[in-house]
């Protein structure tokens, strides 16, 4: 039996790193124990815990337990396992892995059983399923987020295993399993039980030999992808050039995908430069469509072209402030009354284009003001452009 296998946990407390989920309190927890548990869908970094999770539960509510994966999931077999339980008391805790590849057809046929609570229903995937599966089935359970494990609750899962297993290894090698395994317990495990196949102990270059890199770590030493892409983003802020290549050069070495990178510099685009050079984020969706579909080696010559552009440009950070602020006040209870002028029946409207382009009228039945130009890049030009169209100019 693999050491993954042998210590998957069996039951809620022996599942680490998921605190916020399954800690004393917590509300997963409670509706889990309470056997108030709706259709749930779970998305987080492989080797996480998800299908675990999924496991325990089914083990404590003593539902049937059919483990199935979207991408080979065929609806002819769901039919078949609904139908076996159609007149049965106990329901089946059906889970299905990748949940975000379920086609818009397969989620179709899920929706009455969903609805009809003919088995609990139980996705995973790495990606959050919000963007992947439709409303519909939104609506009829909940998304939880499980988190990477730290790098403290994992070594000190793999020191209780060392001990069990009365495994010999240096403190490097221990150093190196947690840093390069980014949370992911299962890989960690895997490669303990490699090395250790090599030999007595447990040594450094043992597990170098099998993994030469981390694990979408950005580095095999103790630096996390986290580290490094906060690096890249604060230096093209910073609009350090050479700093920003070189810690994307660490990224791509250390194995990072390119479209985690890519859509971290889109979200840049927005966020730190915006309309003081809206070019920045065409050239950034551009780059995330390409990597999607050369990958590397290749990829790293546009994500090389996209940061120096992106350290290069202007930088303002007033579209990021501007919707923070406008839900910030929504959020706080400022709902006030469309004008009847702009609802839907258009009562006394007055269209722009009859007046010229612009023409006086309320479009808030409150004045608030969310956002303020930085005059820097094409934001100056923009201020500008309103101005003309208002006739301040």
């Not at 694990?215 to 050479?242: E, F, P, T, V, W």
Request: net charge positive; glycine share 6%.
């Amino acid at each position: 039996m693999s050491l993954a296998l042998k210590y998957r946990p069996k039951t809620l407390n022996e599942i680490i790193g998921q605190e916020h989920l399954l800690g004393e309190g917590a509300v997963l927890r409670i509706l889990i124990e309470k056997e108030a548990l709706l259709h749930s869908f779970f998305y987080g970094p492989a080797g996480c815990g998800k299908t675990t999770l999924a496991r325990v539960i089914a083990t404590i509510l003593k539902r049937p337990f059919y483990e199935l994966n979207a991408t080979t999931l065929k609806i002819e077999e769901l039919r078949k396992i609904f139908k076996s339980y159609s007149n049965a008391l106990d329901k089946p805790l059906i889970f299905i892995d990748e949940i975000h590849r379920l086609s818009k057809n397969q989620q179709e046929v899920l929706l009455p059983f969903m609805e009809n609570n003919s088995a609990l229903i139980i996705g995973a995937s790495t990606e959050n399923p919000y963007y992947s599966l439709t409303s519909a089935m939104r609506s009829r359970s909940h998304l939880f987020e499980l988190k990477h494990v730290n790098n403290s609750v994992l070594r000190q899962h793999l020191e209780h295993i060392i001990k069990k297993e009365l495994i010999h290894i240096s403190q490097e090698a221990k150093d190196f399993l947690v840093s390069s395994s980014s949370g992911d317990v299962r890989a960690m495990l895997n490669l303990l039980e490699s090395a250790k196949a090599l030999g007595a102990d447990v040594s450094l270059k043992q597990l170098q030999a099998i993994r030469p890199y981390a694990l979408q770590a950005g580095s095999s030493q103790a630096d996390s992808h986290y580290d490094l892409s906060s690096a890249m983003i604060k230096s093209i802020r910073g609009s350090d050039i050479d700093a920003s290549l070189y810690y994307l050069a660490q990224l791509i070495n250390g194995g990072e995908p390119a479209d985690f990178i890519a859509r971290r510099l889109a979200i840049l685009a927005s966020e730190d430069i915006g309309n003081a050079n809206p070019h920045a984020l065409n050239l950034a969706s551009s780059t995330l469509n390409i990597v999607k579909m050369i990958g590397y080696p290749e990829a790293r010559i546009t994500l090389s072209q996209l940061v120096i552009y992106l350290a290069s440009s202007p930088k303002s950070n007033r579209a990021y402030l501007a919707i923070n602020k406008a839900l910030s006040a929504i959020q706080n209870g400022e709902i006030y009354p469309i004008p009847q002028t702009i609802k839907q029946d258009k009562v006394n409207y007055l269209y722009p284009h009859h007046y010229g382009g612009w023409v006086e009228q309320e479009y808030m039945s409150r004045k608030m003001n969310f956002y303020e130009s930085s005059n820097i890049g094409f934001e100056k030009t923009l201020s500008e452009w309103v101005r003309k169209i208002k006739g301040n100019l």
